[in-house]
């Protein structure tokens, strides 16, 4: 069966420090790849997918980049810190190939505080 | 723009009682899809919906989606306290679509 994994779980980091948060994913092969940020109380806004090896769609310019140097890993990161990126960051995965029909699997989550 | 609005953003109903939420979107869809997260948890997908689908169900879940007026409905039949979580719709726009977009969701609170 296939699994997400996703660390750390909490994370308090000072502003203009370094971020990288890793997810990745077993049992299964060339999966698509997400990240999302959610704001307290506020749904999920897509960061980052990624449909194969080193190819990374951005979906909103901001202060992370992503980065998918494995086919079943997928890492976000940051070089400086913002308070503004305090939030609940959660990585997720679909089946490959463009299977639209598919359900995102997703990991627990990362509650990012910016101090 | 986000696809996938619910609503109510809160619900708040007794034990046994049905919750229904909404969710309206802009632009044609392939597909419609349901999760509900527990507080600070990840999201777990509970139904989907293909748009040439009308109404599905899965055990007390049962998800409605009208075309016509680009709008899905989610009912929790006989709801349980266990049944307290966000729920969200997310959109897959079309075969070539790899992203999912979700909306702001809606709080169910069942109280005992």
């Known amino acids: 069966s296939q699994t997400i994994h996703q660390w750390p779980a909490t994370l308090v980091q000072p502003v203009g420090s370094p971020l990288s948060l890793e997810c990745t994913v077993e049992?299964?092969?060339?999966?698509?790849l997400y990240w999302y940020r959610q704001a307290a109380g506020r749904g999920l806004q897509l960061l980052f997918y990624?449909?194969?090896?080193?190819?990374i769609s951005s979906e909103v310019p901001q202060n992370l980049s992503a980065s998918r140097p494995q086919d079943r890993q997928f890492i976000l990161s940051s070089k400086k810190l913002l308070l503004s990126d305090s939030g609940f960051y959660l990585c997720?995965?679909?089946?490959?190939?463009?299977?639209?029909?598919?359900?995102?699997?997703f990991g627990q989550g990362t509650r990012l505080t910016v101090v | 723009s986000q696809q996938g609005e619910e609503d109510p953003q809160a619900l708040s109903i007794q034990e046994g009682e049905n919750a229904t939420m909404n969710c309206s979107y802009k632009?044609?869809?392939?597909?419609l899809q349901w999760y509900r997260q527990n507080s600070g948890r990840g999201l777990v997908h509970l139904i989907l919906?293909?748009?040439?689908?009308r109404e599905k169900h899965s055990g007390r879940l049962r998800v409605t989606l009208d075309t016509s007026k680009k709008s899905s409905s989610l009912l929790i039949t006989a709801s349980r306290a266990a049944d307290t979580a966000s729920y969200f719709c997310?959109?897959?726009?079309?075969?070539?679509?790899?992203?999912?977009?979700f909306g702001a969701g809606t709080t169910v609170t069942v109280r005992a």
């Open positions: 919906i293909r748009s040439n689908e």
């Open positions: 632009t044609s869809i392939n597909n």
């Open positions: 049992g299964t092969s060339n999966p698509n």
């Open positions: 997310a959109k897959a726009l079309s075969s070539n679509d790899y992203k999912l977009s």
């Open positions: 990624s449909v194969g090896i080193g190819q």
């Open positions: 997720a995965w679909r089946h490959p190939g463009g299977r639209v029909n598919t359900e995102a699997f």
